[in-house]
């Protein structure tokens, strides 16, 4: 492919490769994202390939690897167009029957398709299923629908148009007035306007400015980013371009965690297309314009994905945030005006172009405009990726989308925006979700995790979970975050450990005003909102272990033990047999008894224990009942009369 | 790993010091460990002062600077995982292993680490050896899953 010279030869490669696609051919798309990989997609990739070719059909049927479709909790995940059919958790040993019966047959396999859970009700296309339904996938949707490896699936659904119209009809100030109408504010946390970043770094004085996506993508539980650069590495990259044209940059990274290596390979295959197609490099599309963007691998530090220390990881050094007192967008990289986007801010850039500001501000709330994808995880139904219109309820979004909570249980909290936002409890569950509707309720946007969580979960943990996750992350460059985190971590320890005492409470909320106040950066500023936002709602939980040594989530170990009912105990040996600590005595026969000196708490014999039987029960805050006497342990049982 | 292939691992990022994160996670990811004459080696041609080095190699999590055992078990303790109960499936691979994260038993059988997220949360709780994923973890399959490995 040699280099494209003028936005007219783009049209007309466009118009070739539609034209060589025939949109009722038969096409077997396949999910190959991280999680898919992860559940078997590549050996059902292989097996699919093989099985196409040994059936003859390999000119009739086209096989696509595309990104993520978002609904991981049903990898590896199959659609053939054009009809649609979507089949789930898809095994190398269906793989042979999906061609003998679906591609030949033209008959559905009912096994795989989705069954409703609650109706029983299959449903066989993918944009009918509740999951899918409910959704606005503007930035997402055409995840599943391209190979990233190949720039033209992307050109075929209008890839790069909006760079070409950018480039040749927009002034580098029309493009910044137009994001700015949009109103599109930074996905990545912050939540601030991309246009007035953009305008800020466009009016600095110096020549020289930088354009960086922030792929560094920390916040456990969210993987969004990840998917996007794996499955549509190019909007990203088209979004890039466009920022520096407006911004008037011609150097660019991108920096993305190496713990994400699918995401690193398909963005560094999409630059050399990109770099082929003549989309980047010297004078873009004949417009005179020159762009080069690199690809910078993070070696594992969550605070680089905050903005100044990113920047000066991109320089070479160890990634310790600066003061703001003067924004990076004017003094950032190199001490150069430097936009630093997150990659759903940029991937929502070319949209913008595309279809106008008015269009996008169609979707959303007041403050936040557009959609925004979340990553809807933890102890829900079907976890997986959605993008929503800003300003759905928590409530659709967990229940109609994500299926409610597994196993009957009751919904206890979400926790959204990372390590630092905040868990949101039920009564807050019709709030609608938008950039400061959820920080004025104590939480935040953040980069869009939503952990969703039950009664089994325990809010005082969860809080010490995150507590000793920023204190690990910490950089160690300033002492509220550094040591106050320490200390507020320590006594959260001893609090789940059972050893809390009265005025732990008090003195955790003086060290968070301290790091909230004092700390340099953002993570050291918004660390103690996990413990602030669990206080505010589950106060009772905190004093539960505190006073009564009590966890009522039945979850800290130390606070809990195992305890066989022997009114419920069949005697089947199953625990006694898998308990690692052989802390069970019994036989066949014999009531089962935990010697609670041996016992490690591993929860084997809970997790074991026939759900039928429900014989292991934990106790926490009562004393354990004195094992049942030697001689009374042998169970009788009634014969069945027949 | 020898000279020459730290030598081209270097030119590959044309000795440039602002490319030293990404020189040594290449070293890394080939020797799984950064030895001691690569950091000296990399000191001395990209002309960055031997405590920089040390800095930034136990600044970020990707660097180790004590050699590997042959699995790497890698704990995902991300927030999903640790609501579906991560901490009990770290609790057993502690147990059968011996060893605590960040260590290396003594045969150089396994390496444990934890990390925060490797983004299966539909998979939770995850636990990866090797790079192969092992998802829906409870304690008594992390016992077996980790037998299967010599």
Partial sequence: MSRI???????????????????????????????????GSREVARLLIEEVERQGLSQTVDIRRTGCHGFCERGPIVVIHPDEICYFHVQPEDVSEIIQKTILGKEVIDRLVYSDPQTREKIIRESEIPFYKYQVRTVFGSNGSIDPKNIDDYLAIGGYAALAKTLFTMSPEQVIEEVKKANLRGRGGGGFPAGSKWEGSRKAPDPIKYVIVNADEGDPGAYMDRSLLEGNPHAVLEGLIIG??????????????????????????????????????????????????????????????????????????????????????????????????????????????????????????????????????????????????????????????????????????????????????????????????????????????????????????????????????????????????????????????????????????????????????????????????????????????????????????????????????????????????????????????????????????????????????????????????????????????? | MDLRRIDQIIDNHQAEASSLIQILLDIQSEAHWLPKHALERVSERLDVPKTRIQHIATFYKAFSLVPKGKHEIHICLGTACHVRGAKQVLDTVQQVTGIRPGETDLELKFSLETVNCLGCCALGPVMEIDGKTHGKMTPSQTAAVLKQYD
């Fill in chain 1, 5 to 39: 010279h003028s936005p007219a030869e783009l049209e007309n490669i466009r118009k070739r490769i539609q034209s060589e696609r025939d949109p009722r051919k038969t096409c077997i798309t396949l999910c190959s994202g991280s999680a898919c990989h992860a559940s």
């Fill in chain 1, 244 to 642: 520096a044209y407006a911004v008037g940059a011609h150097e660019g990274y991108i920096y993305v965690r190496q713990e994400y290596p699918l995401a690193v390979e398909n963005v560094n295959q999409a630059i050399r297309q990109a770099e082929e197609y003549g989309f980047l490099g010297k004078d873009i599309l004949g417009s005179g314009f020159d762009f080069v963007v690199k690809v910078h691998r993070g070696a594992g530090a969550f605070v680089c994905g905050e903005s100044t220390a990113l920047m000066t990881a991109l320089e070479g050094r160890v990634g310790e945030p600066r003061p703001k007192y003067i924004r990076s967008n004017i003094k950032g990289l190199w001490g150069r005006p430097s936009v630093l986007n997150n990659v759903e801010t940029w991937a929502n850039v070319p949209l913008i172009l595309n279809h106008g500001a008015d269009w996008f501000i169609q979707f959303g709330t007041e403050g936040s405009k557009g959609t925004k994808i979340f990553s809807l995880v933890g102890k829900i139904v079907n976890t997986g990726l959605v993008e929503v219109p800003m300003g759905m309820s928590l409530r659709d979004i967990i229940f109609n989308i994500g299926g409610g909570i597994p196993n009957g249980k009751r919904f206890k909290a979400v926790q959204t925006g990372g390590p630092s936002g905040g868990c949101l409890p039920e009564f807050h569950l019709d709030l609608p979700v938008g950039f400061d509707e959820l920080t004025q309720a104590g939480s935040m946007m953040g980069s869009g995790g939503m952990i969703v969580m039950d009664e089994d979960t325990c809010m005082v943990d969860v809080a010490r979970y995150f507590i000793e996750f920023l204190t690990d992350e910490s950089c160690g460059k300033c002492v509220p975050c550094r040591e106050g985190l320490r200390q507020m971590l320590k006594i959260l320890t001893r609090i789940t450990q059972g050893k809390g005492r009265e005025g732990d409470i008090e003195l955790l909320e003086e060290l968070s005003e301290t790091a909230i106040e004092a700390s340099l950066c953002a993570l050291g500023k918004s660390a103690p909102n996990p413990f602030l936002s669990t206080l505010k709602y589950f106060r009772d939980e905190y004093e539960a272990h505190i006073r009564e040594k009590r966890c009522p989530a039945l979850y800290c170990k130390e606070l809990i033990a195992y305890y066989i009912d022997p009114e419920k105990c069949q005697a089947c040996m199953i625990c006694g047999r898998k308990c690692p600590a052989r802390a069970i005595s019994g036989a066949k026969g014999k009531i089962h008894v935990i010697d609670q000196n041996l016992c490690t708490k591993c929860g084997t014999c809970f997790e074991v224990c026939p759900a039928r039987f429900g014989a292991v029960r934990k106790l926490s805050g009562v004393p354990i009942p004195d094992p049942i006497p030697e001689e009374h342990r042998t169970i009788i049982r009634k014969r069945s009369e027949q």
